[in-house]
């Protein structure tokens, strides 16, 4: 006996949305279905391409159908909703009862996990959805940048975090180098956000909150984007991801002077920045771009860190690998204090490879100790208090 696709469709009326726990025939996700000698073709219709969920949805397909007798074979192929089919899903949600949040997100519609970055349009804006970080916002964005990569910027990064958080703060990362992520592996990070009331709850660890976009690829996919994909995919990171109420947002800035920083003015109109260098001449004048860059765009320099600005070896001496003066001449140069001076420490890039940070592994160590007075230098230097409505480039 020929198999149906009235049968089919029955047997994936069972299988539920993993977050709206929804059947996703009555969600509208099911766009087709074709058989032939017992090999069957499934096409899934998911909200947005970079669904954090889309093994799971295609895990639960294939098995509702092997389960049908006469089934060889499954084909699931993902594809994306179009703008009608999403507010039918908002109506149809709606209508079952779901959370109010639903009723809220407007045309956005879909199902929870779909709101990783990557789909048609950014999610939030275009319907009204508050920027959480915006100028009447309690969240102090710090963003951490540099000329160049290879000076440590990620690291400062995670281990200024986790210094911020022992101090008592509430504290979150969001990882905006795209092409380059490394805050989810440095914090040890390996578990995916949750979706919670159409929000992604962003993963936690030695008590900061992060989000990158390495929990929505795989680990060796580059990631090939132009502009306004970036520009887009940082936008839900902070429209679509529930932050709570952050004492302090760090953004992990890409190396140079793209996309991320035309962002930032735009979307974190209060954000101030620190620049991260090394001590060596080269790095220094690398570095003066980054500055030269945020005056532009109105976004206030609030100091300069220097890593790896010596080794200190077993008689207490110290080694200046990288020569002297860099970090101190870039400060005195944009007209901003030098906050912090962090040592080249084996242990502090090992604790970066293994996902355990050096300033809540080893707190007592020397470069913890300049982390934990980097936190304090920020906390005292209190908010930048600027806001811009618009972006403005002289």
């Known amino acids: 006996m020929a198999l149906s696709e009235q049968q089919l469709?029955?047997?994936?009326?069972?299988?539920?949305?993993?977050?709206?726990?929804?059947?996703?025939?009555?969600?509208?996700?099911?766009?087709?279905?074709?058989?032939?000698?017992?090999?069957?073709?499934?096409?899934?219709?998911?909200?947005?391409?970079?669904?954090?969920?889309?093994?799971?949805?295609?895990?639960?397909?294939?098995?509702?159908?092997?389960?049908?007798?006469?089934?060889?074979?499954?084909?699931?192929?993902?594809?994306?909703?179009?703008?009608?089919?999403?507010?039918?899903?908002?109506?149809?949600?709606?209508?079952?009862?779901?959370?109010?949040?639903?009723?809220?997100?407007?045309?956005?519609?879909?199902?929870?996990h779909t709101h990783g970055p990557g789909g048609h349009q950014p999610l939030g804006h275009e319907q009204g959805r508050a920027n959480p970080f915006g100028p009447r916002s309690r969240t102090r964005v710090i963003g951490v940048g540099s000329g160049k990569g290879g000076v440590g910027k990620s690291s400062v990064t995670v281990n200024l975090a986790v210094s911020l958080a022992r101090a008592g703060h509430d504290?979150?990362?969001?990882?905006?180098?795209?092409?380059?992520?490394?805050?989810?592996?440095?914090?040890?990070?390996?578990?995916?956000?949750?979706?919670q009331d159409l929000k992604m709850v962003p993963p936690e660890a030695y008590g900061v909150r992060c989000i990158s976009m390495g929990f929505f690829i795989e680990e060796q996919q580059p990631v090939i984007w132009r502009g306004p994909m970036l520009h887009k995919a940082l936008e839900q990171f902070?429209?679509?991801?529930?932050?709570?109420?952050?004492?302090?947002?760090?953004?992990d800035m890409p190396?140079?002077?793209?996309?991320?920083?035309?962002?930032?003015?735009?979307?974190?109109?209060?954000?101030?920045?620190?620049?991260?260098?090394?001590?060596?001449?080269?790095?220094?004048r690398v570095a003066q771009r980054t500055a030269y860059m945020a005056k532009k765009l109105n976004l206030p320099i609030r100091g300069v860190i220097e890593n790896m600005s010596w080794m200190s070896g077993p008689d207490g001496g110290r080694q200046y690998l990288f020569g002297e003066g860099g970090g101190a001449h870039l400060a005195g140069e944009i007209g901003v204090p030098l906050l912090a001076q962090i040592p080249l420490d084996v242990d502090l890039r090992v604790g970066g490879d293994v996902g355990r940070p050096i300033s809540a592994t080893n707190p007592d160590s020397e470069s913890a100790r300049a982390f934990a007075g980097l936190a304090s230098a920020i906390v005292s230097k209190g908010r930048a208090r600027v806001f811009r409505p618009e972006l403005t480039v002289r």
């Open 9 to 112: 469709l029955d047997a994936l009326r069972p299988v539920t949305d993993p977050e709206i726990q929804m059947s996703i025939v009555d969600l509208g996700m099911v766009r087709g279905l074709r058989v032939k000698r017992g090999r069957v073709a499934a096409t899934i219709a998911l909200t947005v391409a970079g669904c954090p969920m889309r093994e799971e949805v295609t895990r639960r397909v294939r098995t509702a159908l092997m389960a049908v007798a006469g089934v060889k074979e499954v084909d699931v192929e993902l594809t994306v909703m179009t703008p009608d089919e999403l507010e039918a899903v908002r109506r149809r949600v709606a209508g079952a009862g779901a959370p109010a949040a639903w009723g809220q997100a407007g045309a956005d519609g879909g199902h929870g």
């Open 171 to 195: 504290v979150g990362i969001l990882d905006a180098d795209v092409y380059g992520f490394s805050i989810p592996g440095m914090l040890g990070v390996d578990e995916p956000p949750t979706v």
């Open 238 to 251: 902070m429209v679509d991801v529930d932050w709570g109420d952050p004492e302090f947002l760090l953004v």
């Open 255 to 284: 190396p140079g002077t793209g996309d991320v920083a035309l962002s930032m003015a735009q979307y974190l109109p209060t954000s101030e920045l620190y620049v991260v260098t090394t001590p060596q001449p080269a790095a220094k």
